[in-house]
């Protein structure tokens, strides 16, 4: 126990942690993200984190709440924008870059204290407390529960909305899964790679365990080793290059997609 | 087996069912049943509302009027029209069989068998023809061991051999699990004389009846003319020889 503690006085097996629970949430959903194509909604998702952050900052309530509240919201108005047949390409830009906009406006109200607006864009792994990390790794339990217990249906859905209402399955209910399961993630992920990076974070270990993988379980569970790879590679980048933490993390995890791509190819 | 198959127990009953899109009426008072072990072929031409009956006997959207009514626990195979299979979904066609439910290897191997398409279980969805992708789709709705097998113009992408070839593996299969069959043709060529009923649909349901009875009725020829008379012709002929031979572009 006392070896545990002593270790978490550490902040880089914190940043360490963190980055490994971010990775464990976001390799199964950002299969997901993937196979169905939501990219741009993750990052309309994200950057709504932003302007959580605002508001919570201007009503004093914990960031994480806030961002959850309002990336909930965001995700809840995409995925009903979604299901009527809008035109998708142009809302999402649209939603995603005004709530980016909106919430960098809303922050510079925040009277006070001077917020330090590019650890909510790029990420503060570093600074992670152990509260934080509860934080983290409670989401992304939460989120890989949650994937886990609804994967069947959720595949079924994602292959074929017919053939799910066929043998009974609700694609609304599990595109509602998915979406909660968005809005945990970014709140969780804010800290570690911040609003502008998530989205990076849940699509490119999932794009580079396509290449290794013959079965959806088999790209899930690569998707979590590479983003834990992709974690563990940055930290150490930027702390022996002194780079910026949250992009190193995204580099390495870019540098890991071209290996598999080019590997594949041959 | 055929002497359970009571009156008033049908596997599942449409009541006069009306379908529009915004101005667009699409389905005007269809009614139908379907009772066990029968095969049921829905023809009609492009755009008569085949899909959308389809739609609405499934389950995938709601009538404006009207409803639908399964038998409770009614088991129901469904064959969707085709599966585009998003390349970045890494499958095997072995998972995509125990999705959504894990099923039994021996259940497999035996729906495998039954579609003719062992040896395939490794091999990746997106990457089969149409004639295999028709197979496996056919295998995963046998697994659930129906009593209603409801397929979606299942043999496009099939020439008219195959086509043929594959309505008589439907009607095997019946016989075989004596399971019920539903499917949509907009192609009448083959597929009439492996019918016990033939139900013509042109936004109403114009005739039905034995193929016969179907193709000598004046509604039904006003629709699709007088050319279908070297069609049966055609499927007689493929019945005099064995169908162990499938279609298949491996």
Request: glycine share 10%; hydrophobic share 50%.
């Amino acid at each position: 126990m006392s070896i545990i503690t002593t270790m978490l006085d550490d902040f880089l097996v914190r940043a360490a942690l963190a980055g490994v629970g971010l990775a464990v949430a976001a390799g199964p959903l950002g299969s997901f993200v993937v196979w169905r194509r939501m990219a741009y909604f993750g990052d309309a998702t994200a950057h709504a984190a932003i302007l959580g952050v605002a508001l919570a900052l201007l009503f004093s309530v914990p960031v994480t709440a806030g961002t959850l509240v309002v990336a909930l919201a965001m995700a809840l108005a995409v995925s009903a924008l979604a299901t009527r047949g809008h035109a998708m390409d142009a809302t999402l830009g649209v939603l995603s870059h005004s709530a980016l906009a909106l919430g960098l406006v809303a922050i510079s109200f925040v009277p006070g204290v001077r917020v330090d607006l590019s650890a909510f864009l790029f990420g503060d792994i570093l600074s992670v407390t152990r509260a934080d990390l509860g934080v983290i790794w409670g989401g992304a339990v939460l989120v890989a529960a949650l994937l886990v217990w609804r994967w069947s249906a959720l595949l079924t859905a994602t292959m074929s909305e017919e053939l799910a209402v066929a043998s009974g399955i609700d694609p609304r209910r599990e595109r509602l899964v998915l979406t909660l399961a968005l809005a945990v993630v970014v709140a969780v992920a804010l800290k570690v790679v911040g609003a502008l990076l998530i989205a990076a974070m849940l699509i490119i270990p999932a794009a580079a365990a396509r290449g290794l993988s013959r079965t959806p379980e088999a790209m899930a569970g690569w998707a979590v080793v590479i983003g834990i790879g992709a974690a563990l590679g940055g930290l150490a980048l930027s702390y022996g290059a002194d780079t910026p933490t949250g992009p190193s993390i995204v580099v390495v995890a870019a540098a890991a997609f071209l290996g598999v791509v080019s590997v594949a190819r041959r | 087996m055929p002497g359970l198959w009571g009156r008033g127990m049908s596997l599942l009953r449409a009541d006069n069912l009306s379908l529009s899109y915004g101005e667009r009426k699409v389905l005007d008072g269809v009614s139908l049943a379907i009772e066990p072990g029968e095969i049921v072929t829905l023809v009609g031409p492009n755009g008569s509302g085949k899909s959308s009956l389809v739609k609405l006997l499934t389950g995938q959207i709601r009538p404006d009027a009207g409803r639908v009514q399964r038998k409770p626990d009614l088991r129901l195979g469904y064959v969707p029209q085709q599966l585009a299979l998003d390349p970045s979904l890494p499958m095997t066609v072995t998972r995509f069989l125990n999705l959504p439910k894990r099923r039994h290897p021996e259940a497999i191997r035996r729906a495998e068998g039954e579609t003719g398409i062992m040896g395939l279980g490794e091999r990746q969805v997106s990457q089969l023809s149409g004639g295999q992708m028709q197979r496996v789709l056919l295998a995963r709705a046998l697994l659930t061991s129906p009593e209603l097998l409801i397929l979606d113009e299942p043999t496009q992408g099939l020439d008219q051999p195959g086509e043929a070839a594959f309505y008589l593996h439907l009607e095997r299969l019946r016989d075989e699990l004596g399971c019920a069959v539903f499917m949509v043709s907009h192609d009448l060529h083959v597929v009439m004389s492996a019918s016990d009923r033939v139900i013509c649909l042109n936004h109403h349901i114009c005739c039905e009846g034995t193929p016969h009875v179907v193709s000598e009725a004046p509604e039904y020829r006003a629709l699709f003319g007088h050319g279908t008379g070297g069609a049966l012709a055609l499927y007689q002929h493929e019945h005099d020889h064995s169908h162990e031979h499938h279609h298949d572009h491996a």
